[in-house]
Nanobody
Framework: QVQLVESGGGSVQAGGSLRLSCAAS?????SGWFRQTPGNEREGVAA????????QYADSVKGRFTISRDNANNMTYLQMNSLKPEDTAMYYC????????????????WGQGTQVTVSS
């Protein structure tokens, strides 16, 4: 089992920045960030695989968001710049991708989420 705890959410004005953190209880080979708004499906934002170095981003965040890892401390980060009101959502950390396409496939572990609100 892996426990994931997100932090760093909050309220920010459009154009601002936030950095989300995800603390894992042990090492995982892959981790990702997802977001969801009420009434909508969960959306893959970014994912990273340690061994291959592969990083994936949703088109909507490319050039604005950066996912990174601190493997020594089992941390995953999401640096979010140039935030837009449409980035408002609950953001979730996930770990250990197992099948399918990364953005909507199977991830074994999930955190409880952290809210990000971007005002115009």
């Amino acid at each position: 089992q892996v426990q994931l705890v997100e932090s760093g959410g909050g309220s920010v004005q459009a154009g601002g920045s936030l950095r989300l953190s995800c603390a894992a209880s042990r090492y995982t080979g892959s981790s990702g960030w997802f977001r969801q708004t009420p009434g909508n499906e969960r959306e893959g934002v970014a994912a990273i695989w340690v061994r291959s170095g592969v990083i994936q981003y949703a088109d909507s965040v490319k050039g604005r968001f950066t996912i990174s890892r601190d493997n020594a401390n089992n941390m995953t980060y999401l640096q979010m710049n140039s935030l837009k009101p449409e980035d408002t959502a609950m953001y979730y950390c996930a770990a250990d991708f197992s099948s399918g396409f990364w953005a909507n496939g199977r991830w074994e572990y999930w955190g409880q989420g952290t809210q990000v609100t971007v005002s115009s």
